[in-house]
């Protein structure tokens, strides 16, 4: 086991990354300690075999069948975390949700649904591992048309997938589209987070950053967007107070980390993790040449780390 390294040099090491979702700066305290379990043994298909990604949608939903994790009395979130286990050591990959406008795709026609369980930004980890957890409960063999269903409902705007600007792009949207329709639960007010009403424009104010901000008329409509959400303010715990409330944020909850960054809401997405020994830790997908992980951090440490950081918004996932 590798000595756990000072602040400073986190902080130094730190990559300025921008990810997907409009998360430009994940300026986190990150290492490099894998999930520590013993590997499960899955029979995989034959015709599967040959894909990555299918192969590990196979092999996840038997684990999370065979250990009893996808039973209904176990907490989703739970059995998204085992998932995330499981998914230790895949390396992270940002701007993927990207790539067809990079290849010339356009905006304004409808998206693409990337999928993949072989390559995580922070966000399309907690989708990704929330989507196999449901495929779990499902009867019958995990396909990878139902694994891309799952994931589209928690991507876009009521779980309609149409142009560019139907993604939700900023995190706390994220979050409050997916309690709008019972698949999280916002535990924002019942763990005494404080409102956070600034106006979210991080977007439009760097539209040189988005390729798809180019055209004038996606422009126009996440600008429309943005300004929506002005009404809508957000829920964050403070840093100060997340060891006061760390009991109540179980295994599995989703964690987004609010920034103090003109315009942004959320810098980073992650899942809570409680060790076996109960410590309360963050699995994620770090920055760009870091792989999926859990902190030695604890999670008040890992946020006091990020600079500019102002706490985190926490949610439930439910069964929806």
């Known amino acids: 086991m ?8 986190l902080l130094r090491n730190a990559a300025i990354t921008a990810a997907a979702y409009a998360i430009p700066l994940p300026i986190g305290a990150c290492e490099n300690e894998a999930v520590e379990r013993e590997p499960v043994s899955t029979p995989v298909p034959p015709e599967q075999v040959s894909d990555p990604d299918r192969a590990r949608l196979a092999a996840w939903t038997t684990a999370l069948r065979t250990e009893a994790q996808a039973a209904g009395e176990t907490p989703l979130g739970r059995s998204a975390s085992r998932v995330g286990e499981l998914a230790s050591g895949t390396p ?8 067809y406008l990079r290849a ?10 990337t999928l993949s369980l072989t390559r995580f930004d922070c966000v399309t980890l907690v989708e990704s ?26 991507r ?20 409050a589209d997916g309690a709008k329709r019972g698949l999280l639960r916002d535990l924002g007010s019942e763990l005494g987070g404080v409102e956070d009403a600034r106006l979210l424009r991080f977007m439009t104010e760097h ?26 303010p957000r829920r964050v715990i403070p840093t100060e107070r997340i060891a006061k409330v760390a ?8 964690l987004g980390f609010a920034t103090g960054i003109s315009g ?4 980073h997405s992650a899942f809570a993790y409680r060790d076996a020994q109960g410590i309360l830790r963050v699995l994620h997908a770090p920055l760009s040449g870091g792989a999926v992980e859990v902190t030695r951090l604890t999670l008040p440490e890992y946020v006091t780390a990020i600079r500019r950081s102002t706490g985190i918004l926490v949610a439930r996932p439910l069964r929806g």
């Open 2 to 9: 590798n000595r756990p390294i000072s602040r400073r040099k």
């Open 129 to 154: 591992c929330l989507a196999v957890a449901r495929v779990a409960e499902s009867d019958g063999a995990p396909s990878w048309e139902r694994f891309g269903s799952e994931v589209e409902r928690m």
């Open 104 to 113: 010339g795709g356009s905006p304004l026609r409808t998206e693409p649904l």
């Open 92 to 99: 992270y990959e940002p701007f993927t949700l990207e790539e």
């Open 264 to 267: 942004l809401d959320v810098t």
């Open 156 to 175: 876009y705007r009521g779980g309609e997938r149409r142009e560019f600007t139907s993604r939700l792009h900023y995190f706390s949207e994220w979050i």
């Open 207 to 232: 539209r040189k950053s988005y390729l798809a901000l180019a055209d004038s008329t996606v422009f126009r409509e996440i600008g429309a967007m943005e300004r929506r959400l002005d009404g809508h």
């Open 247 to 254: 009991d109540s944020i179980e295994t599995g909850d989703v």
